[in-house]
């Protein structure tokens, strides 16, 4: 009788855990040690228990291999982004701040956390493929010539060419590829136009240029906020998606101001908090 | 057989030196004891093993939770000394590859000091 019962509480307890109900836990563990229990059931209760401890053991060590891989593929991005900038050191920088300013934008656009982590992949890779050109070119102070200007253009292919061998990186393809894209279809490599270019390079679009207009470049001086935002909303339509210039207008000068002055130590640890933010668990 | 627990906070932080058996009836405390000092940031505790005579499942379950309270708030947990029929509960459960168990206390200590 006394086995009986007790072997019938053991099997309650044990099809709660099964079915996924881990408050008859502790139940389980008070079987183990409760004289009330039968010897023979407490240590089949204790064997369970034991069971199901190494089953939560396992379970955390799997939450954190998938946090060391997540971790390490973040050190890649970061370390991709340091080599190109090697050779162009002008875009390390820049690279950052368009990170974040394609984040908030998307932000405030909506753009649901799936996107803003391509968005966050492709914009810090956005000019990877610049690592394929020529320093005559890739480092030239003035205006490049109509054959060197289609030499530069062909860092889009060989930037997909890079990110598109890895699984992790392939939703970078997006904004790497289709970053110059024009509104209007003038933009290139493909020449798609309005809605057929993808969201993220839509978004990308207006920040790259905004950054570059008040940046100093070795080519030209920096322009101040108001006079971006002029060419920029001028160009709203041709070049820029008008509704991606009418959500970015009212953001601007914060943006600027919040991360124009930052060196590059300050911008490095802003990115990646942000970017944690974006790929930590919660999706 | 009961369960004692001797704690000592020094400079580096916490030491623990169990004995006795750490089952359902006698974990309770200790699990507490780790969870509180835990809610510290970058806390850290060195349990040592070597009078402990017996771990059941719910003495394991005290060093999981702990543990992943640690990770939560940068804290330190370093288990040392382990008597071999102790060591073997933890490696069959797969806790080794989760917990940091250093065999000799010396180095444990170190370890500690550099937490």
Known sequence: MYEDQSLDRLRTVVELIANGD????????????????????????EAFSLML???????????????????????????????????????????????????????????????????IKGAFLHDIGK??????????????????????????????????????????????GYHHEKYDGSGYSTGLAGE???LTARVFAIVDVFDALTSLRPYKGSMRVEEALTIITESSGTHFAPEVVAAFTPLALTLYESLHQLDEPALIQAMRELVASYFEETP | MSFQSEMLQTEQGWQIALSGRLDTTTCGELEQSLLEIFETAASAILIDFSALEYISS??????????????????????????????????????????????????????LNRA
């Open chain 1, 53 to 119: 401890v190494q089953i939560e053991a396992r379970e955390w060590h799997q939450e954190l291999l998938i946090k060391q891989l997540l971790a390490a593929n973040l050190e890649m991005l970061e370390l991709l982004g340091a080599m190109v900038a090697k050779r162009d050191s002008d875009t390390s920088a820049h690279n950052y701040r368009v990170t974040m300013y394609s984040v908030r934008l998307a932000e405030a656009m909506g753009l649901d956390r799936a996107d803003i982590r391509s968005l």
């Open chain 2, 58 to 111: 719910a003495g394991l379950r005290v060093f999981l939770v702990a543990a992943k309270r640690a990770k939560q708030s940068k804290g330190t947990l370093i288990l040392c000394a382990m008597p071999a029929a102790i060591k073997n509960v933890f490696a069959i459960s797969g806790f080794l590859k989760i917990l940091d168990v250093i065999d000799d206390r010396e180095l444990a200590l170190a370890q």
């Open chain 1, 22 to 45: 881990y408050s008859a836990v502790s139940t389980l563990l008070e079987m183990t040690a409760n004289s009330d229990v039968s010897p023979n059931i407490a240590a089949l209760a």
């Open chain 1, 196 to 198: 057929a270019i993808p």
């Open chain 1, 131 to 176: 690592i394929a050109i020529p320093d005559s070119i890739l480092l030239k102070p003035n205006r490049l010539d109509e054959q060197e200007f289609a030499i530069m253009r062909t860092h889009v292919a060989h930037g997909l060419d890079i990110v598109g061998r890895s699984s992790w990186l392939k939703d970078a393809m997006d904004v790497v």
